[in-house]
Structures are given as C-alpha cells and as structure tokens.
C-alpha cells in the first residue's frame, strides 16, 4: 500500500512537470487590439473579441498579451511597430495588411431607438424618415446603404465619442443611434450605474445593416496558417458560439435575437 501511494504521489509530480514544460514551450504574442467597450477592454483582458481571439490562438498553441489602443490607431501601430506579432480587429476590406487571417469576428451594427417612440419597430431605414440620427465617425463609410439615405433624416451626425450617444439618445436629442449593438450596450451599462434615471427607459435594438466583418493579420504566415486551421475547427465544434451567446445573454432584454442569431457559425 505504501508502495502504490507513492507511486501515485511521483505519477503525479510527473504529469505536473510535463504539463509545465508544454506551457513553456507555448510563445506568447504580443498583439495589438482596439478598444470597443464590451469588445475589447482597455484591461485587454476582457470582452468579446479578446475572448474569441484568446481561444483560436490557445487552439493554435500560443498565448497572448494584448495592447489596446483607439480603433484605427491600433492598425497604424501594427505597421510601424515591428515588435508587435498581430493585429485585431481589421476591416474585411482593408487590403494593406499583409498576412491577414479568414475573417474570424463579425460585428452586428443596427439601430437603437426608444420603444416608446417606435412601438411598430425599425425594419429599414425608411422608419427613421424625419429623425435625428448620430453614427460613429466612419459610419456611412462602414454602414452598406446609409449614404444613400442620409437625406432622409432631418440631421445626420457622425462623432467618435460614442458614450455620448447614448445620453444624447436617453434625453430625446436624436431618436436614432446608429451602433455596434455591444459598444452601445456597454456605454448604456455604464451610463444607467452613473445615473439610475435612465434605468427604467426601455431601449430596443434592429438588426438593418449586414454584418461587418473582421479578420486578424500575423507577420508570421505560420501563425496565421496555425490560426485559420483553428478557427475553422471552433466554428464547427460550438465553442466560438459558446463566447457569442454569453455576451448576447448579458442584454437579451435590449437585443433579442437579432443581434445573436446572425452571429452564430456553422
């Protein structure tokens, strides 16, 4: 019986040191993320995004530290900043950053309104014919069709102080937020905890703009290969949709499954 307990005892010493030296042979990447509240937050340690990207490349073998930065500047860094190995968050689009993986997050950009003010809901933009509106800067660049209806609006502003928006939508200054249904949902979180009046305004979201789409990029094409292999095997076996419904779950009340139901993978 002694015999057997220590051989238990040094069978465990044994998978412990194994199971340390394949941490330690695990790199860790330095990468650079922008910050969007619920998303990626300024810890780098939480949200969304940082979730999703933390699992693929844990998938791939790697560990990571993230840098936050403002959306945009994080891309610029990447590029004049060689002691970064990659970079979050690019818009499917951009064709400057070599190395870039699948897209691997998608962003579920719509409308907030009061459900007061819109009790048949917000199907098209059309809904919002003679309303002031605001949008983050970028937005009728990033937004498909928004251009074209801007004349629709009694006023169209784009700012990038999003937590504005939500203020100026509580206190009937504009009757439209043009958003990230996260971003805003954090930025309202946040804004109810520091005044409580506003808690019992019901807020709703419409899904009335396709998908936005993001990829990474790695300066090593190993990594990004490692990466694409990943993600195609989480996409299939539910753990990225996993992450995904936990963050929707946070604010279904808000939401609903509009914002869930397009972002789940096959």
Request: aromatic share 10%.
């Amino acid at each position: 019986m002694i015999i057997l307990k220590y051989t238990k005892i040094f069978s465990f010493i044994i998978l412990s040191l194994l199971s340390q030296i394949s941490l330690s042979k695990e790199k860790t990447l330095k990468i650079v993320a922008a910050y969007l509240p619920e998303n990626t937050e300024q810890d780098g340690k939480t949200g969304r995004d940082i979730m999703i990207m933390k699992t693929i490349l844990k998938c791939a073998g790697y560990r990571v530290i993230f840098d936050v930065q403002p959306y945009m500047r994080h891309l610029k860094s990447y590029l004049t900043n060689e002691t970064y190995d990659g970079v979050s968050t690019i818009p499917e689009s951009d064709h400057e950053i070599q190395g870039k993986s699948k897209p691997y997050i998608a962003y579920n950009n719509g409308v907030f309104v009061k459900d007061s003010e819109f009790p048949n809901g917000i199907r098209k933009l059309d809904d919002l014919k003679g309303k002031d509106v605001i949008s983050f800067t970028g937005g009728k660049k990033l937004l498909k069709g928004l251009t074209n209806k801007v004349q629709l609006f009694a006023s169209y502003t784009e700012s990038s102080t999003q937590n504005r928006h939500n203020e100026m939508l509580m206190r009937g200054r504009v009757s439209g937020v043009f958003t990230d249904a996260l971003i805003f949902m954090a930025h309202q979180r946040r804004l109810v905890k520091n005044e409580p009046r506003w808690q019992n305004v019901k807020i709703k979201f419409y899904r009335i703009f396709h998908l936005n789409h993001f990829t990474a990029a790695f300066r090593d094409p190993e990594i990004t290969n490692k990466f694409n292999v990943c993600l195609k095997k989480l996409n299939k076996n539910g753990d990225l949709n996993t992450i995904e419904r936990s963050f929707a779950d946070k604010y279904h009340d808000s939401l609903g499954s509009e914002f869930l139901n397009p972002l789940l993978r096959n």
